[in-house]
């Protein structure tokens, strides 16, 4: 059972994370220690008691989505539709978050090397969601006789679904598109949309 203090610990620890995320968003990246401390009221001595550092904080807002994403993969383990679904509009619906947490994975995967335990704790999570979802994708995949490997489909999932992140959260190309629904649903009819066996003959 938490102490007072325990659980005061942890409701500023999750407050922290929500406030980072915030000014991430606000300042694309550009946020610092003090701008965080100042927006939290608190000292910066405090954060860290914390996280060690930023990056470590950086990591750990990418773990945070990592964990929201296995969820979606446990509501949906038994329905691969509804899960490709509510995975992409979780997604398609914070653009630039995605795009944000992602380059921040990229920065800190070249850059930081004492994150280990960090970086192992999130492809741990990825690799409890692949195997939540393994099972169930194969079956869709072979509902259309696709020789498609599981790997090659979900990363063929990704795909769309970044770049169409990119698109949703340019500036340029906000001019350019209609209804952002209407497009939202036809990626996610895009990469419902499995080609046969027999289509995937490119001699």
Known sequence: MKTNRQEQFSVRYQKILAVSEELLL??????????????????????????????ELLLELVIQNEKRVLAISHQYQDDFIGYAKA???????????????HQIEEQLTTTESG???????????????????????????????SNISIRDYLSYVWSLIYGACLLLNS?????????????????????????????????
């Not at 550009?30 to 860290?48: S, V």
């Open 115 to 145: 994150l280990k335990e960090l970086f192992q704790q999130l492809y741990d999570i990825r690799q409890q969601r692949i195997l939540c979802i393994k099972d169930m994708t194969k079956d869709y995949l072979d509902q259309f006789q």
């Open 171 to 203: 500036s340029y190309y906000q001019r350019s598109i209609g209804s952002r629904e209407k497009l939202i649903e036809l990626y996610i009819h895009q990469a419902l949309t499995i080609p046969s066996q027999q289509e995937l003959n490119f001699s």
């Open 26 to 55: 606000d300042h694309y990246q550009d946020m610092t220690l003090d701008d965080l401390a100042k927006e939290l009221d608190i000292a910066k001595g405090t954060l860290y008691k914390h996280f060690k550092s930023k990056n």
């Open 87 to 101: 995975y992409m509009l979780y997604h398609l619906r914070a653009p630039e978050k995605i795009i944000v947490l």
